[in-house]
């Protein structure tokens, strides 16, 4: 078992004996954690670069299209070379549904 997994447990035994008021406050964490990291990944794509759409976009066929960044914006990539009905649109995707190909 890896190091990293044995923490994961370790975190996950404590977590199990929280209080509601401190599960709320581990939630309200990781939440926030988990937008710091998809803003960091956005930030790090520049237009061209190539994308792929992960699973949890809907409609979900879209989920593992390729397409190339447009325009990065706030909190969403504009992405663009996609296939099916958008075909020759831009969408626009949340950071946290794209990954660098």
């Not at 954690?33 to 998809?38: D, F, L, P």
């Amino acid at each position: 078992m890896s190091m990293n997994r044995t923490k994961v447990k370790q975190a996950i035994a404590a977590i199990s004996k929280l209080t509601e008021e401190e599960l709320a406050e581990v939630k309200q964490f990781v939440q926030s954690r988990e937008r710091a990291m998809s803003l960091e990944t956005l930030h790090s794509f520049r237009r061209g670069d190539e994308c792929r759409i992960k699973d949890g976009v809907r409609p979900r066929y879209l989920a593992g299209q390729i397409g190339k960044i447009e325009q990065i914006n706030n909190t969403r990539a504009v992405v663009s070379g996609l296939g099916g009905r958008f075909e020759g649109v831009k969408v626009r995707v949340p950071a946290t549904l794209i990954e660098r190909v």
